[in-house]
């Protein structure tokens, strides 16, 4: 036994507790953050072992160089045509999120999410993937049912919470859900849809399906255990999956140390679990894609799954609730050294003489025209507080193929209850 005179010569212990750097009001300076230059980071087969290309995990691969030219091994050369549709489906993003932001301050809904800044993580990466592959996203990646073409209706009744609303009001707004298109149930619940897409993947390689799965995360949801459960059955079984973490640099109002960057990055999970590792700058939507694209080889020839950080920033509050002025300096988003992700497709397609300005102003109205036209269809359909858009009972429907028979005896007296009162609900 040790007593406590025999303690006394030791250190006083004391632990570290992570701070960000820049605060309301604090002046930012991004320029200790390291950005290799475009085109730097070499590109080894999808099927190598990822004992090779550790360093992968700790760079940055970059495409777009600052004269918006497209440089290096990683370049994945596509046509005109498709980098003009990743444009559109970027801006439409940004158009439906800037519409739905201000219909939840109209009081038209509760809540709703933007993905501002972030918009190459899910419109590349959806191009990048075959359009049966099956998604397990989180919260903020709604480009991928922009990119597969989900109509923008639907998202809205979804939005709405109204008549049209085929998830008919159960989940939260935001949480979309579509079987035909591969997009999982989001789920508020973080960083289960990492088990979920590894078990997916896994189902798949063993009933000898040819479809692959693909997650995303964001870094603050990296401590949920969940994360790492999901990486240890990826690489046991070598699941045919990509396991996107996006960096946003916060989680609400934690900044990305709470959940282990001042230590090493995100990317580097990986190295642990001897999974392949990629650290991509998120806001360069060619890396997105060509990333993507490698990780899809890699497990569609059952080389195993890969890691995928996505280094960006959230430009914009964490959802309507939220309030970043309390927490964060306001320049922090314009002084990101990595840009917005836009803008840089734009001037790559403008440098290699494929688009011009006119061109883009006329797709940003163009996009913010449907979305109008759209919105003003979707809420024929109901708004938040006009009454009951669904039949009430309808919540116990839905969750089990078959209703088990204590919720058939809840629905029952609740409907009874209803008429014994003599106040029916008022139903929409
Ligand atoms: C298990 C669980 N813990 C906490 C929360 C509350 N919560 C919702 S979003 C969020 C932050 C997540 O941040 P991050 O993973 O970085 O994703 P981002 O919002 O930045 O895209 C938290 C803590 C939750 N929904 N689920
Ligand atoms: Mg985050």
């Known amino acids: 036994m040790t007593g406590d005179h025999q303690r006394a010569n030791r250190p006083q212990l004391s632990l570290h507790v992570p701070e960000p750097k820049y605060r309301p009001g604090d002046e930012v300076d991004f320029s200790d953050i390291e950005v290799p230059a475009a085109g730097s980071a070499r590109r080894p087969e ?26 290096g091994p990683w370049d994945p050369r596509l046509d005109p045509d498709s980098l003009r549709t990743m444009l559109r489906n970027m801006a439409l993003t940004r158009a439906f ?44 990646q709604q480009g991928i049912l922009i990119t597969r073409g989900y109509a923008l209706i639907e998202m809205m009744n979804q939005i709405y919470s109204n008549k049209g609303d085929k998830l008919q009001g159960k989940q939260l707004p935001i949480m979309y859900s579509s079987r035909e298109d591969g997009f999982f149930s989001i789920s508020g619940n973080l960083t289960t849809q990492y088990p979920q897409a590894v078990g997916w993947a896994m189902a798949s390689a063993a009933k000898g399906d040819s479809r692959i799965a693909a997650t995303w995360c964001g870094e603050g949801s990296t401590a949920e255990g969940d994360f790492h459960s999901a990486l240890t059955f990826a690489t046991v079984y070598r699941a045919p999956v990509i396991m996107n973490v996006v960096n946003n640099q916060w989680a609400i109002s934690s900044f990305s140390g709470f959940a282990g960057a001042e230590a090493t990055t995100f990317a580097a999970r990986a190295v642990g679990y001897g999974i392949a590792g990629l650290r991509v700058d998120g806001n360069d939507p060619l890396a997105v894609y060509a990333a993507t694209h490698w ?56 440098a290699l003489g494929e688009w011009d300005e006119d061109r883009q102003a006329a797709m940003d109205q ?63």
Request: aromatic share 8%; with cysteine; charged share 30%.
């Open 97 to 140: 999120d800037e519409r739905m932001f201000r219909a939840q301050r109209q009081g038209k809904t509760s809540f709703y999410m933007k993905c501002t800044g972030e918009e190459a993580v899910s419109v590349s990466a959806a191009m990048a993937l075959a359009g049966d592959d099956m998604c397990f996203p989180s919260y903020r």
């Open 46 to 71: 999808p099927g190598d072992n990822p004992s090779e290309f550790h360093e992968l995990a700790y760079g940055l691969v970059r495409v777009l160089d600052e004269d918006g030219k497209a440089v």
């Open 295 to 350: 990780a899809a080889e890699r497990a569609r020839t059952n080389q195993g799954p890969t890691l995928i950080e996505h280094f960006t920033y959230r430009a914009e509050g964490h959802s309507t609730s939220d309030d970043p002025s309390g927490y964060r300096s306001a320049q922090e988003w314009t002084k990101w050294p990595l840009g917005d992700p836009i803008k840089r497709l734009k001037d790559h397609l403008i």
């Open 366 to 428: 163009e996009c913010a025209d449907l979305v109008r036209k759209t919105q003003k269809e979707a809420e024929k359909n109901g708004i938040l507080g006009h009454g009951l858009h669904q039949q009430f009972e309808t919540m116990f429907e839905g969750v089990y193929e078959e209703m088990p028979w204590h919720l058939k005896e809840q629905q029952a007296q609740m409907i009874a209850e209803e008429q014994a009162s003599g106040r029916p609900w008022d139903r929409k």
